[in-house]
């Protein structure tokens, strides 16, 4: 039998506050109204063009590493939640991957919304546990504030941007990730979402005058589904992990309203001492939120040793997912050496001179005379004779419509 063992962990958040009073000054809304809704005081805002969602990642990530005493070169695989990615492709995983110079490491992104980082630990436990992998890398990473609507008072009060970064290892001793439960119900895909800049609705200058590309949202019913779901996938994962309800330590929810966490854990008879919560300093930073959480939780000594925890978020999708597991790690006590600190200052600028080399490897490489790319590769008829048939044009099926009912 292989576990998935957590070793090391890691967040990132950007240094602009952004408070309730500010936003009081940007939209018709008040500190009060935010406060009792939602439970919101502040979030962290990418002011800074430097933080994005690849460099947020990047840092929550090195952090994970370094606490392991792992090299970016050990790793199998890097996965990526994040509902605001760099760009459409290439998958923003790729460009952390490059930026940390994991040489042997697959990646990709994961889009499940805000309960995508547990989506991506489920991922992460099935890849170790069928022995396709030792090290695999979980990053949340979201840079919400670019695609939020600042003039919308319905969006703009609840989300933040952040990245946090769990590092998982296989294992032989039991522990680590004991179950985990995914779920989805796209017939409320139109509850939640960015209608524009996918192939369905394509930027275009009217898309981005209606403001398409920002978050919509019915928020009244996306919260009677988050407290519907947030209690069962709890129950489930608990079950599933062989455990009762008493047997949970801790548990850290998605943090999108401190009325859906407290709506949805005390139907499971869940005391506020077993639920950990830190929206009201950071907001909802979706993907982010629980590995973010989950840092706060281990720094103010809310998880010891042999603890049972619980993850459980919700999203757009409509998506949920819950990860029960066992807590196996006390927190490094002894300082690092000298050597480990010098290795760790050099891990950022080694990965830049690899991806350069790489670079100018592939443009020396296209200088050779007769390489001619992608026709060495296919045969002289098939390039300049038959090119490939246009796609037909159809209009879009019912099925993959948000909200359709297929
Ligand atoms: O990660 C998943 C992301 N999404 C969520 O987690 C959203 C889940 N939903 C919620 O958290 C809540 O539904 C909200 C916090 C978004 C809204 O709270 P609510 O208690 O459901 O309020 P409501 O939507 O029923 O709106 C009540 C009123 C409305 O005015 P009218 O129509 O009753 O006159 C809104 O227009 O509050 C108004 N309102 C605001 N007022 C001041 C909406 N946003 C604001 C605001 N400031 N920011």
Request: hydrophobic residues 45%; charged residues 20%; positive net charge.
């Amino acid at each position: 039998m292989r576990y998935a063992h957590i070793i090391g962990w890691g967040k990132y958040v950007p240094e602009r506050v952004l408070t309730n009073a500010d936003l009081e000054k940007m939209v018709n809304t008040s500190d009060e109204w935010i406060r009792t809704r939602t439970g919101i005081r502040e979030r962290r805002i990418a002011a800074n063009p430097e933080d994005t969602t690849a460099t947020m990642a990047v840092r929550a990530a090195r952090k994970a590493l370094n606490m392991a005493g792992v090299q970016p070169g050990q790793l199998d695989l890097i996965i990526v939640a994040t509902s605001s990615p760099e760009h459409i492709f290439p998958a923003t995983a790729c460009l952390v991957q490059n930026a940390l110079g994991a040489s042997k490491a697959g990646a990709f992104d994961l889009s499940a919304a805000c309960s995508g980082f547990v989506y991506a630990l489920a991922m992460a436990h099935a890849v170790i546990a069928s022995g396709q992998a030792e090290y695999v890398l979980v990053i949340g990473s979201e840079t919400l504030s670019r695609i939020t609507d600042w003039k919308d008072r319905n969006t703009c009060v609840l989300f933040g941007d952040g990245a946090g970064a769990l590092l998982l290892r296989a294992s032989d001793q039991p522990g680590g990730i004991l179950s985990t439960v995914l779920g989805s119900d796209g017939s409320g895909g139109d509850l939640l979402i960015v209608p524009a800049g996918g192939s369905r609705l394509p930027t275009s200058p009217e898309t981005v005058a209606q403001g398409m590309h920002y978050i919509k949202m019915d928020g009244r019913e996306v919260f009677r589904f988050a407290t519907r779901v947030m209690a069962k996938a709890t129950q489930e994962v608990v079950a599933k992990a062989g455990l009762k309800l008493q047997d949970v330590n801790l548990v850290i929810p998605h943090q999108a309203n401190e009325r859906i966490i407290h709506s949805s854990m005390s139907a499971l008879k869940m005391t506020p001492e077993k639920v950990f919560i830190n929206l009201d300093r950071y907001g909802n930073t979706s993907a982010a939120s629980i590995p973010i959480a989950l840092c706060e939780a281990i720094e103010t000594g809310r998880v010891r040793p042999n603890d049972n925890l619980v993850f459980v978020g919700f999203g757009a999708g409509l998506t949920w997912a819950a990860a029960a597991v066992k807590w196996g790690v006390p927190p490094p006590a002894k300082p690092l050496s000298w050597w480990r600190r010098l290795q760790i200052a050099l891990q950022g600028p080694w990965a830049s001179l690899r991806s350069w080399m790489l670079r100018l490897g592939r443009r020396l490489y296209a200088l050779i005379p007769g390489y001619a790319g992608e026709s060495l590769y296919l045969p002289i008829s098939r390039t300049r004779e038959s090119p490939p048939a246009a796609p037909a044009r159809s209009a879009p099926s019912e099925e993959t419509q948000p909200g359709g009912e297929g």
